[in-house]
């Protein structure tokens, strides 16, 4: 009861949404359609994925392009460094910045496999951003480590170097457990790190495929997530009820430990996505 007063006494949680960009008519649909329904929450921003090739990349373009012509919301761009060069990338910017768009999400991207380490890293592309245009920086950081770091704490001064190159908002990448997401947050202000370390939320639906996610990114998936959604993989109705459940419940333990600004993964879905901001009191019409 103390934490629904508490939460019900909250006026400032900020939300974000994370898209992909549409790879047939029918996904561009469920897109619009989502952005339509959590459009009313008045997100701080929505983001746009970005993938390795270039087909990929011209689809997050699009997106972004028809979010800032379109609709009121501030369309984010997600870019990343890894199959382009110094100067593709400024180019990429200066359209983006010439276009209005004044947010970006920094990343490295992934290496793809069997190519060298090109030891590029985000926090380069964040100083070169800067250059470009004063642009709002965002950038990821991980709670249970990259997979690639050489230790936690080496992880944790790359996340430094980002945000004194300038990022002033760090993403996490999903996770859940909790614990290990507040000895993060505690861990990232005990080095100085004063960006917002915003918590990344999945809803989870399909259980199986979050499963290879989370080997893919060396997320630990807790006995208590494995008994919620044991016996479910023939019955998406109540998965559904049961990752919004979950969901819901993380959130309210994050707020009440003082988070106030939520990134939801939302796989271009609104549903869980606005369940979730309803029960931490992001509503249409209300401010925050
Ligand atoms: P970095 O911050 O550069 O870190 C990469 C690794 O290098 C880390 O292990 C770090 O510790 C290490 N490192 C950094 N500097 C050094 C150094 N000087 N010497 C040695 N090691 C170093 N991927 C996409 O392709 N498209 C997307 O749109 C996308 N969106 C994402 C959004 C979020 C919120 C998150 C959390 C991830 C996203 N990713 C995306 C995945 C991301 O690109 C990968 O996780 C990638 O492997 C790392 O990117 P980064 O920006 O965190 O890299």
Known sequence: EALNERLSSLRDIQVSFEFFPPSSAEMETTLWHSIERLAPLKPRFVSVTYGANSGVRDRTHKVIERIHNETQLQ????????DASDEELRTLAQQYWDQGVRHIVALRGDVPQGQPNPNRYASDLVSLLRDVGDFEIS????????????????????LKRKVDAGATRAITQFFFDIEAYLRFRDRCAAAGIDAEIVPGILPV??????????????????????HMFD?????PATRKLVGANVAIEMAKVLAKEGVEEFHFYTLNRAE?????????????GLEG
């Open 75 to 82: 369309a984010a761009p997600h870019l990343t460094l890894v």
């Open 139 to 158: 950038v990821a950081a991980y709670p249970e480590c990259h997979p690639e770091a050489l230790s936690a704490q080496a992880d944790l001064i790359n």
């Open 205 to 226: 639906t399909n259980y199986q495929q979050l499963l290879k996610f989370a080997d893919f990114a060396k997320i630990r998936v807790p006995n208590w997530l494995h």
């Open 231 to 235: 016996g479910l993989d023939d019955d």
């Open 272 to 284: 869980l996505s606005y369940a979730i901001c309803h029960a931490l009191g992001v509503r249409p």
